[in-house]
Structures are given as structure tokens and as C-alpha cells.
């Protein structure tokens, strides 16, 4: 590869955290420049891409000397479709866009790309250009003419100005984001500029693959791993430009950008549906896999962990006298259950909040804090801007990701990858799975360095974590009779949820999975609190699921919600009870009872969620619900 980036690994500066106030809206960007048709390496990349936002798609490519488009709003199949009845003219480099709309209706006038008034310059984004009016006014009384309702439009008027002085389209670009005030991927082709595409980035993903002759720019590597496997990560405010040569990476300044170069260790199989109807289905699937991934090569011969990547002294993980978890969705969820392990295994004061609660309320953090940071995407603006306040506090962050080359785990002083693969759905599955393994870890190796733990005891407990994997995998042979009673269910309004300690946040998870794929009124709650006010919503034939703790070792967890599986069926409920095999005293109180292998309480959850999983994706299918793409979502929320 020619390229002229640098390769280094900075340690990133705390970012000035007004910067992430603005808000990013999702969305899918790909650009591609090189031998191939770009049109279907764009539309092939938008559809790996479509889970970040499906409200219109559209796409550009430069043939001839002239620039080309299409964009319709609705999902990519819509695009596809106004491509197969006005086919645009083969060329060899492009951009295409999926947008998850926030201002402006989606509708195909707003849908990108965003072209110039002589058609020349077509323009993609991710972001929000906050300064844009002002912008726009100065564009219209120089007589350009916008006609969408966004930001963006600025963008491709003002680059094609700066185009036609620059005559170069990277420094056009610098020129532009110097103006420019938000949040902000930018992907954009000049009619002008054959064989370039150019990107810029501040406050939102653009990852470039490298390929052999041909190079590519996508918010995630999904997108071109079909292609190529080598990566590049951009940094804050960087522009790249990209010819099928080779790569240059500046800053907005102008001058050479440092960047990482990496490999990813998936390939384009991983992101198929591989026969499965949904990609849910197949990552509920994965998590045998996932969960052993997870733990592959962090336990050596002698059943110790070595968590090299924890690259925070073992000296100043021993003085850290609290840790705060920061989590959104699922990843929060796993977070509880963190907490649970953390404490009990290490002793030293955890608490877990919500990210987008956590700097609105001054939190006390100091260098002898540890924040661990949860995040499937890695790009969770909440997360983000958690993280971002706690350093600025002088705390350490650790972050627990699935996404490499991701924004969250580059601004943290160390991370822990899941070894998940990537996780299309919606709906997180697998991801919280690897999650939960990744907190044992991080729980147990604390333990292990503050002494907390004895040497075989972490060696029992570390085997206990290496069976869960099988575990998982004998759970999901045994989910048909789940299948049935979700499809029995279909008619039902409410479901609730209830759980005692780790299970609690078990049924909280279970209540989310449902609200988000089969738009039923779920609630979790902690069984003990039922008395306290929820018991009231139970009437004749309510469906309750119901998590059940070992009876073995805290049985009197166990005993209590055995207590209170009887109340709420007094009341009339219908209760589906998940309960460890051999767990007799549950069976006279269930209508329904679905088994789940014995583990030790703290891993129960690493089991107990996988009916829940099934349950919810089959309830959705049941009610004719779109399962991967729920109403509304979208994978990664970059907004705060
Ligand atoms: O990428 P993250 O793990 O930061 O995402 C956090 C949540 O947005 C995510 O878990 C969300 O709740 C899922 N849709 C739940 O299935």
C-alpha cells in the first residue's frame, strides 16, 4: 500500500465534552473507489449498514465525467427497486447512504446524498451541522438554490465552492469542516475529481478499508469486509482521501493525521444470515461460540487470568476504592449484573448507572475510581459522553466492547474486547452474553490482583465460567416448548417479569427484549418490590415469567420467590417459571416451567436469559413484526 498516513496509537486527550452535546443522528455511510462496479459494492455495503437506520437510503456514483444518483425513501429494497426501473450509468467509484432521519421528514427529498446545484458534487452524512442555517442563508444570498429540509445540503453547495477555487477536494473538505460546528461524518464524490472520495469525521464513526487496488470508507467495517479485512481507524477531526492507490489521512489543519491501522479478525460469513430467517435467530445461536470466545486465551495453564489488554498498572488497581459501571439498554443490564459479581468477588463498592443519567447529576469520581464502560457498538453517545466526563474527572475507564476500532474503547485507558463477532439485530443477544463473561473476568481479575480471591478459588471459578458455554448450548437444543408458549401468547397485551438478585436484572432484560421486538407492554420487576405497588396489575391469566434462583447455596433467595410465584398465582396470574433442573419445589406453582442447567448463582444469568431471547423473537414473529428491525431503532444510538 502506498498510503502516506502515519501508524501510530496515540493515547487519546480527553475531548472537550461540549463537543458531544450536539447531537449525531445514526445512519450507514459507504463510499468505494476502484475497479468494480461501485454501485453494487455501495448497495451490498448499505445492506450490511442498514441496521444503523432505514428511513431512505440513496447513492451516487461518478461515470463519465458526470455524477449519478438515486435516493428513495423507506427501507434499501425501495432504492433497489427505482434502481432496477432507472438504472444509473456504471462507474467505479461511489457513495450510498441509510439514514435514521432526526430533522427533516424522511422522505426522499430529504434522503442523501445531497448534491450542488450543477449536480457536480454529491455529498453523504452522519451528524448534525449545527451552524447550518446561518450557512444556508449565506449560500442563498450567493444565489444558491437548497432544497431539502437538512443540514447536510449546506455541505455539498459549500464544497463545491471550495472545490472550484482548491481545485483538490481533500483541502475542499478541510476548507468546509473548518466551517463547519456539530457532530459529523461526511462522504462525498466530485463529477470533477474522477476516482477520489473523500471523508471527514468528528464525533462519528468512518472506518477505511484497505484493499489491493480498490479502498473503502463505511461508518462500520461491515460494510466492506466482503472485500477486505485490513482497516484503518480515522481520528477526530481527520479527512481522508481516498484513491484506489492509496489512502491519505490529514488533519482539518492540513497537516498528516495519525491513525491506526488493524486487522479484523472476522470475516463476511459472520455477517451472513447463514440460512437462519434472521440474523436474531442466528446470534442467539452464536452464543455457544461467543460466550468461548470470550474467555479464549485469557486463562492460562494453570487456570489464572492474564488480562494483558487491562492495561491499567496492577498498582493502581489495587488503590481503586470504588467503580462505577456506565451502561445504555442491555449493556446496563449486564452492568447489574456486574456489580452483583464485582462486589461480592472483590469487595470494593460498585455502582452501575445509567449513562444518560450519570454527568447531569455530579457524580463523585476521582482518580481512584475505576468507570467501566459497556458498550456492544462502542459509539453509544450516552456511553460516550459518560466516559468522556468521568476522565475528565481524573478517573481510569475501562471499556467493555465488541467493536474495534470503535470511539469508546480509543478514548478509554484500556478495554476489553467480547469476542462476540458482529451482531446485526437490533436486539442484542450475544453481545450481552460476552458481556456478562467479560465482567466475570474483569470481577475475578481484580480479585486475583487485590487478593481478594484465593488462587483456586478463582481456578474453580474460572472453570465454572469455561462450562457455561456447553451449558448455553444444551438451553438452546431445548426451546421449542418456549416457541409454543410465545406463539400461544401472541393476543396477549402485558407481560411481566420478576427476578431476586441476579435474576432481577435477568427480568429486566426479558421485559426489554419484548417491548423492542414484539411492542407488547413489558415490565421487570425485583419480585421483593411486588408487594410495594405492582401485585396490583395481576388479574386472571396475566402471563408472569418468573426467574427462579438456585436452590442450592442462597436458597433462601430461592424460598422467598417460591413465596412470591404463589401470591401473584393466588391472583390468577399464568406463571412461567424458569427454574434449574432438579428444582422440585417450583413445579406445583408453574403453569408453565422451562428448565435451564444448575450453575452458580452469580453465572445463572449467562442461561437464564437465552429462553427470554427465544421467547421475545418468537412473540415478534408470531405478531408479524419486523424481528432485526424493529420500529423506530436502531443499532447504535449516537444520540444523546
Ligand atoms: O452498543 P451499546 O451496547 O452501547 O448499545 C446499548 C443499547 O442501545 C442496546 O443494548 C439496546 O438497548 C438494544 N437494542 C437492546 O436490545
Given at each position: 500500500m502506498s498510503q502516506r498516513h502515519r501508524a501510530s496509537w496515540a493515547r487519546v486527550p480527553v475531548p472537550d465534552c461540549s463537543a458531544g452535546r450536539k447531537l449525531t443522528p445514526m445512519c450507514g455511510i459507504v463510499g468505494y473507489v476502484g475497479g468494480q462496479n461501485a454501485l453494487d459494492v455501495v448497495i451490498a455495503g448499505l445492506k450490511r449498514l442498514e441496521y444503523r437506520g432505514y428511513d431512505s437510503a440513496g447513492v451516487a456514483?461518478?461515470?463519465?465525467?458526470?455524477?449519478?444518483?438515486?435516493?428513495?425513501?423507506?427501507?434499501?429494497?425501495?432504492?433497489?427497486?427505482?434502481?432496477?426501473?432507472r438504472p444509473l450509468p456504471t462507474g467505479t467509484t461511489g457513495i450510498g447512504h441509510t439514514r435514521w432521519a432526526t430533522h427533516g421528514a424522511p422522505n426522499d427529498a430529504n434522503a442523501h446524498p445531497h448534491l450542488d446545484n450543477a449536480g457536480r458534487v454529491a455529498v453523504v452524512h452522519n451528524g448534525i451541522i449545527e451552524n447550518f442555517a446561518e450557512l444556508r442563508s449565506e449560500l442563498t444570498d450567493r444565489g444558491h438554490e437548497l432544497l431539502s429540509e437538512t443540514d447536510t445540503e449546506v455541505v455539498s453547495h459549500l464544497l463545491a465552492e471550495a472545490y472550484s477555487s482548491a481545485g483538490d477536494l481533500a483541502e475542499a473538505m478541510r476548507q468546509v469542516c473548518r466551517?463547519?460546528?456539530g457532530a459529523f461524518t461526511l462522504v462525498a464524490v466530485d463529477a470533477d475529481a474522477p476516482d477520489v472520495v473523500v471523508g471527514a469525521r468528528r464525533n462519528s464513526p468512518l472506518v477505511v478499508g484497505v484493499g489491493?487496488?480498490?479502498?473503502?470508507?463505511?461508518?462500520?467495517?461491515?460494510?466492506?469486509?466482503?472485500?477486505?479485512?485490513?482497516?484503518?481507524?480515522?481520528?477526530?477531526?481527520?479527512?481522508?482521501?481516498?484513491?484506489?492507490?492509496g489512502v491519505t489521512v490529514t488533519g482539518f489543519d492540513g497537516e498528516l493525521g495519525d491513525v491506526r491501522e488493524y486487522h479484523i479478525d472476522w470475516d463476511a460469513s459472520a455477517a451472513e444470515k447463514a440460512g437462519y430467517d434472521y440474523f436474531m435467530l442466528k446470534e442467539i445461536a452464536e452464543q455457544p461460540k461467543a460466550v468461548a470466545d470470550t474467555l479464549l486465551g485469557r486463562i492460562d495453564a494453570n487456570g489464572r487470568?492474564?488480562?494483558?489488554?487491562?492495561?491499567?498498572?496492577?498498582?493502581?488497581?489495587?488503590?481503586?476504592?470504588?467503580i462505577v459501571i456506565v451502561a445504555c439498554g442491555t449493556a446496563f443490564h449486564a452492568g447489574m449484573i456486574a456489580k452483583y459479581a464485582i462486589e461480592h468477588w472483590t469487595r470494593v463498592p460498585c455502582e452501575i448507572e445509567l449513562a444518560s443519567e450519570f454527568r447531569y447529576r455530579d457524580p463523585i469520581l476521582d482518580p481512584r475510581t475505576l468507570v467501566i464502560a459497556i458498550s456492544q457498538s462502542g459509539e453509544t453517545m450516552d456511553t460516550l459522553m459518560a466516559l468522556r466526563h468521568a476522565r475528565e474527572q481524573g478517573s481510569r475507564v475501562l471499556a467493555i466492547c465488541n467493536t474495534n476500532g470503535s470511539t469508546i474503547p480509543r478514548e478509554s485507558d484500556a478495554v476489553l474486547y467480547t469476542h462476540a463477532g458482529p451482531e446485526v439485530a437490533v436486539a442484542s443477544t450475544k453481545a450481552f452474553l460476552t458481556q456478562l463473561v467479560a465482567c466475570y473476568l474483569v470481577a475475578l481479575y481484580l480479585g486475583q490482583v487485590r487478593g481478594t480471591k484465593w488462587g483456586d478459588e478463582i481456578v474453580s471459578l474460572v472453570r465454572e465460567l469455561s462450562d457455561i458455554a456447553k451449558q448455553v448450548e444444551q438451553v438452546l437444543g431445548t426451546m421449542e416448548p418456549v416457541r409454543e408458549l410465545a406463539r400461544s401468547l401472541k393476543d396477549k397485551n402485558t407481560v411481566l417479569f420478576l427476578g431476586r438478585h441476579v435474576g432481577y436484572p435477568v427480568a429486566?432484560?426479558?421485559?426489554?427484549?419484548?417491548?423492542?421486538?414484539?411492542?407488547?407492554?413489558?415490565?421487570?420487576?425485583?419480585?421483593?418490590?411486588?408487594?410495594?405497588?405492582?401485585?396490583?396489575?395481576?388479574?386472571?391469566?396475566?402471563?408472569?415469567?418468573v426467574v427462579v434462583p438456585s436452590p442450592r447455596g442462597r436458597s433462601v433467595l430461592h424460598d422467598k420467590i417460591v413465596s412470591n410465584i404463589q401470591e401473584i398465582r393466588a391472583r390468577g396470574a399464568r406463571t412461567i417459571v424458569i427454574a434449574e433442573e432438579g428444582d422440585e419445589a417450583v413445579a406445583p406453582y408453574a403453569d408453565h416451567l422451562i428448565r435451564i442447567p444448575a450453575t452458580p448463582t452469580l453465572l445463572q444469568p449467562l442461561v437464564a436469559t437465552v429462553p427470554l431471547q427465544v421467547f421475545a423473537c418468537e412473540l415478534a414473529t408470531a405478531r408479524g413484526n419486523e424481528v432485526d428491525q424493529p420500529r423506530n431503532l436502531a443499532k447504535s444510538v449516537t444520540v444523546e
Open positions: 456514483v461518478l461515470a463519465d465525467g458526470s455524477l449519478a444518483a438515486a435516493k428513495k425513501a423507506g427501507k434499501l429494497a425501495n432504492l433497489e427497486k427505482e434502481l432496477a426501473d466551517r463547519l460546528e489491493d487496488g480498490e479502498n473503502f470508507l463505511a461508518s462500520d467495517v461491515a460494510a466492506f469486509i466482503a472485500h477486505t479485512r485490513d482497516a484503518i481507524e480515522l481520528g477526530q477531526d481527520q479527512v481522508v482521501e481516498l484513491r484506489r492507490e487470568l492474564v488480562l494483558d489488554e487491562v492495561r491499567i498498572p496492577a498498582y493502581v488497581l489495587r488503590e481503586i476504592d470504588k429486566l432484560e426479558g421485559a426489554l427484549k419484548l417491548k423492542e421486538l414484539a411492542y407488547m407492554h413489558a415490565e421487570g420487576f425485583a419480585a421483593g418490590e411486588l408487594k410495594h405497588g405492582p401485585i396490583a396489575l395481576i388479574e386472571d391469566d396475566l402471563p408472569v415469567v
